[in-house]
């Protein structure tokens, strides 16, 4: 039996992740800006996406 994706209800899946102090000093200037997190937060990936994958960082010894 196949599963079944999620359904359409025309929002975006919410993502988490753990962020520390960071958020709290960017969501001050987002709110001094008049923006949201989430638009702070697109524009930073959309940037990331945007350039070149570096090479991966070989692990210390």
Known sequence: MAKLGRPATG??????FRSG???DAA???ADIEGRTMTDVL???LRKYA???PK???PPAN
């Not at 929002?11 to 988490?16: A, K, W």
């Open 55 to 57: 090479p991966p960082t």
């Open 50 to 52: 945007a350039t070149p």
């Open 42 to 44: 697109n524009d930073a």
């Open 11 to 16: 929002e975006t899946p919410i993502r988490r």
């Open 27 to 29: 969501k001050a200037k």
């Open 21 to 23: 102090a960071i958020w």
